[in-house]
Nanobody, 123 residues
C-alpha cells in the first residue's frame, strides 16, 4: 500500500509557474513508476507525465511537453511537477499516482492515487 498526498496547487495567471509536490508513504517509493494526471470539469482524467523508478526516463503528454518537468527524489519519497508557461487550458485537478508498469500512461495501469490538488490558471 502506498499513500500519496499532493500539494502546491493554487491560482496563477497565464504564463505563470507552479510546482506541485506529491509525498509518498508506505511501501518503498523507488519500487514504483510515478505519474501525474489531471482532470478538468466535465472531462476524463488524462495523462500528463510519468517518470521511471530511478529517474532515467520520462514521458510527457504532447500538450505539456516543453513546459512541464517531472522529477522525483527517492530519498525524500517525493514526486514533483514543475509547470511553466501555464495556460488557462491547464486548469484542472492534478493527481499523482503510482504504477508497477514502465512509464505507464493509462489510468488503469496505476494502482495508487492521491486526493488531488487544484490548479487554476486565469486568463
Amino acid at each position: 500500500q502506498v499513500a500519496l498526498v499532493e500539494s502546491g496547487g493554487g491560482l496563477v495567471q497565464t504564463g505563470g509557474s507552479l510546482r506541485l509536490s506529491c509525498a509518498a508513504s508506505g511501501r518503498t517509493f523507488s519500487w514504483y513508476v510515478m505519474g501525474w494526471f489531471r482532470q478538468a470539469p466535465g472531462k476524463e482524467r488524462e495523462f500528463v507525465a510519468a517518470i521511471s523508478k530511478y529517474s532515467e526516463s520520462t514521458k510527457y503528454a504532447d500538450s505539456v511537453n516543453g513546459r512541464f518537468t517531472i522529477s522525483r527524489d527517492n530519498a525524500k519519497a517525493t514526486l514533483y511537477l514543475e509547470m511553466n508557461s501555464l495556460k488557462p487550458e491547464d486548469t484542472a485537478v492534478y493527481y499523482c499516482a503510482a504504477s508497477r508498469i514502465f512509464l505507464a500512461t493509462s489510468t488503469s495501469e496505476y494502482n495508487y492515487w492521491g486526493q488531488g490538488t487544484q490548479v487554476t490558471v486565469s486568463s
